[in-house]
């Protein structure tokens, strides 16, 4: 037992001594979420500050790790950890301070980010090194390393919590809730970084050994993963048959279909790439040799949806990003059928390469180009609907809900990026008022709405056909937001994708939004008593026509719960029914006041 002790104290021992500067991380990551956790985020707005230097913690975990293992392979540790040090420093300051202006802007930044910081985990250690088995061999045990870390620490993390409950409940210690999510942080950020390194111990040499190919990697690779990919090439080739037959333009989402199947099977290819010279399964050797051949009229297909909504919408990062990857596809599928001796190191570092293009080359990354794109957009759907007069927007003029709907999802978007000065340009003085509030104070949403109330001569589509779909499609927005706390005690604010509750005088009130058209219930939770909001929502909507977008004095609900009364105050909700779905809300505003007495 003593011995054993001793193996294990070693282990984590070494692993301290070993990879410092990534414990470091995880460390640092999981303890910015306990405090953000603990904190009452209604009452202190700068909490989020944990969340982002949280964030920024992550992203250093596998920074550090792919930087373990260059120094590894080439030595000066110090100054490749200051380097990576620097870089985590200038990208925490490029992340905004504030949580409303930490809009889905930042989601492409960092998404993409974290991605290529794996990536460079992948090939880091293998610059210049032409041993192929070795690479292969590394990053399989990357794989395995992963999927048993996530498998110990989803039964480490289980136990723990249930063994915090059992307590909780068997000695009445009333535990805070709060104790539940801040061991979650723990376990699952530094835990499973702990538990991943103790596989990787020896570090860069242990990791590219060569080693048997396991057989539950073969198993899934031939049995499961190629079958499946042969199903979804059958399908996506009849869909494209029907697309020639029919002569119709591609469904937008069919770019994320060619994608994720283009994906996996370069992935699946990657996996059995040691067994394409040895005695396998004749699909795994066909499917090998045909899978780049197959994948040149996807290509064709995903170029054109792409283009598609490109030239009708403009681009936006999301479209962007997909566009980039069909060009990085293009060059790999060219690779691996004209060069004769390839290797598949080029699959990680193109996509390095094409991921380090998007986010920092001037004028043409992801960022950019969206917003000159938007911005021209903007332009034309002004001059073609001829709402411009001496270059402002004329708002008296009359124009359909769909071209309003554009507009103000243009403004709503150029103004996320901080194109405040473009947008005030379009406007007259008085507009400038009403709007240049929004701008500075980050409320998106809200401007707009405005923008779309300030046309007053909207045409909606009440057309027979439109009706045989729409039942109802009211928009009601409130003149006044303002809160008037006379005769209540407590104000608080509800936002969406939150965990919404107030503490006060020995009470919990608990608010959840719903945060799409599917949601079917609107909840006000009292001291644990469920109340469902939808019904009085759609009380609102009684006395107004079935279509249009009407502006009332107030927007509310007063609900009473026991000896306490709740008035619920909106800014702008929608209420949306078709012939297949009934009592389809949506809160059109960035928060709901909720005033108590």
Known sequence: MLNKFKEITGKAGLVIRQYPMVLLMSFLGAVSLMCFAHGNFNSHPNYFVFLKFSLVSCL????????????????????????????????????????????????????????LSHLLVSFGGFFGIKKELNFWQFNKNLFINLFLTAVFTAVLTAGVELAILAVDQLFD?????????????????????FI???????????????????????????????????????????YAAKILVKWELPRGWVSYLVLAYSVVGILALLLVHPLKEKSTK???????????????????????????????????????????????????????????KSTIKFVPISLFIFGIF???????????????????ELQKILTQNNLLEKEKINFNKKISATVAD??????????????????????NIKEKKIFAKNLNDAQFYQLRTDIKNQFKNIEYNTSKKSQ??????????????????????????????????????????????????????????????????????????????????IK??????????????????????????????????????ESVLILIK
């Not at 190919?213 to 979804?232: A, G, S, V």
């Not at 939808?534 to 977008?549: I, S, V």
Request: net charge neutral; with cysteine; hydrophobic share 45%.
């Open 406 to 427: 554009e507009i103000s999802d243009k403004f709503e978007f150029l103004a996320k990026r901080r194109e405040s000065k473009f947008l005030l340009n379009y406007l």
């Open 173 to 193: 210690f009333k535990f805070d809730q709060k104790y539940y999510a801040e061991t979650f942080y723990l376990l699952s950020i530094f835990g499973s970084c």
């Open 468 to 549: 045989e779909t729409s039942l109802k499609n009211i928009t009601l927005n409130a003149k006044n937001f303002n809160a008037d706390i006379s005769g209540y005690r407590y104000l608080f604010k509800a936002y969406h994708y939150k965990e919404n509750y107030l503490e006060f005088e020995n009470n919990i009130v608990e608010f959840k939004m719903p945060a799409g058209m599917f949601d079917s219930e609107l909840n006000l939770v009292f001291n644990g008593q469920k109340t469902n909001l939808l019904p009085d929502l759609r009380k609102l909507f009684e006395k107004y026509p079935d279509h249009g977008e």
């Open 60 to 115: 250093g975990i596998s920074l550090m790790f792919g930087i373990k293992m260059i120094s590894e392979r080439f030595g000066r540790a110090f100054l490749v950890e200051i380097i990576g040090i620097v870089f985590l420093i200038f990208f925490y300051f490029i992340l905004p301070e504030k949580e409303l202006d930490f809009t889905e802007k930042y989601a492409y930044l960092l998404i993409p980010t974290f991605i």
């Open 196 to 238: 991943f390194l103790l596989f990787s111990e020896k570090g860069l040499t242990h990791l590219e050994k060569e080693s048997e190919y396991p057989l539950i990697l073969k198993f899934f690779t031939q049995y499961i993963l190629i079958p499946l990919l042969i199903i979804y090439l059958i399908i996506l080739y009849f």
């Open 552 to 589: 009332v004095d107030d927007l509310f609900i007063i609900k009473t719960i026991g000896n306490h009364e709740f008035k619920i105050m909106f800014d702008s909700v929608i209420l949306s029914e078709t012939v297949h779905r009934k009592d389809q809300f949506l809160i059109n505003s």
């Open 358 to 376: 998007a986010l920092i080359f001037p004028y043409f990354n992801t960022f950019s180009v969206a917003k000159r794109s938007q911005k021209t």
């Open 282 to 340: 004749s699909w795994v050797k066909i499917f090998s040799k045909i899978f780049y051949f197959t994948l040149v009229p996807l290509i064709a297909l995903l170029y054109t949806s792409i283009f598609t909504r490109i030239l009708e919408y403009g681009y936006t990062e999301p479209r962007y990003y997909v566009l980039l990857l069909a060009l990085w596809l293009t060059a790999v599928v060219f690779y691996f059928i004209f060069i004769k």
